[in-house]
């Protein structure tokens, strides 16, 4: 990797005051292996927490992304189709 190339990038939406729409979370294929995932989502659980956050949800319907969400730790919800949960812990 070159210098200044980035490999992942999270997007986030705050939807509420204790939830949070992950709208992107992507590594480059070389950076797939979730140590990226877990460290992101472990290392931002207190801040996130602290800040009154409760859970982080996110859609995906694609079979390799949706593979990596229950990975991560990630829930389906049962609700609704195609959305996961991570609740804050």
Not at 19 to 43: C, F, Q, T, W
Not at 45 to 59: A, D, H, I
Not at 62 to 83: F, M, P, R, S
């Amino acid at each position: 990797m070159g210098a200044g190339k980035s490999t992942a990038k999270l997007s986030d939406e705050e939807i509420s005051e204790s939830e949070i729409v992950v709208k992107l979370d992507y590594a480059i294929p070389d950076y797939r292996d979730y140590k990226n995932g877990k460290y992101v989502y472990s290392a931002q659980n207190n801040f996130l927490k602290k800040k009154g956050f409760k859970k982080l949800s996110t859609q995906s319907s694609v079979k390799a992304h949706v593979k990596y969400l229950l990975n991560i730790g990630y829930k389906k919800d049962e609700k609704e189709q195609n959305t996961f949960v991570k609740i804050l812990s």
